[in-house]
């Protein structure tokens, strides 16, 4: 079940991306998801709003489980909301999606790099990123995008230590990925798998 949800995924990516959506959000739709959800993947995203999740994986009404923070920075109700999906609602995939040009991940870089101090609560996303932004420097190459490409490898590693979502992993019933969205393709290319 969590391949042929991961499938079905990026098949509506690809749907997207060749201008061929099929979202169901009819009247009819609405109507039958109102008795209950029964969503395939949970996505966990970044609050970017040229990255919402429902379009450009192409799916409708109650297909997916969408949680959004900037820079996908994983919290206690984050965590929480994860474990629930797969607890409660027994979903097969969890998909940790960053994009490139995360404003987030750029604004950490910055305040890192001056050793300064973010406004208010924007400081907890900035330690939050640190690590990803000091992974994406060893990395090489264009920091930006390796910060991004990290700060999803991290997230799949850390989810992995849940022990709701490490027992649903063992007992092959979740799967854990990460994924990353090109702002100008659309395409949707997985980087943990």
């Known amino acids: 079940m969590p391949e042929q949800a991961l499938k079905r995924l990026l098949e509506g990516n690809r749907r997207y991306v060749s201008s061929k ?110 690590p990803a932004v000091e992974r994406g420097k060893q990395a090489g190459g264009d920091v930006w995008d390796q910060a991004v490409r990290a700060q999803i490898e991290l997230l799949v590693e850390q989810l992995k230590h849940s022990p709701i979502l490490a027992t649903a992993v063992d007992q092959g019933v979740l799967k854990i990925a990460g994924a990353c969205y090109n702002l100008e393709t659309g395409l949707v290319e997985i980087t943990v798998d």
Request: net charge negative; charged share 20%.
């Open 21 to 130: 959506s099929t979202l169901n959000e009819s009247a009819l739709r609405r109507v039958e998801v109102a008795q209950g959800q029964k969503p395939f993947a949970t996505i966990f995203s970044c609050v970017d709003s040229r990255v919402p999740p429902e379009l450009i994986f192409d799916q409708g009404l109650g297909d997916l489980f969408v949680i959004r923070t900037a820079g996908q920075v994983l919290d206690k109700a984050v965590l929480g909301s994860l474990e629930f999906g797969v607890a409660e609602l027994n979903i097969p995939l969890l998909v940790v999606l960053g994009h490139e040009h995360c404003g987030a991940v750029k604004a950490a870089m910055d305040t890192l790099e001056k050793h300064g101090v973010a406004e208010a609560e924007i400081e907890y996303l900035v330690e939050a990123l640190a």
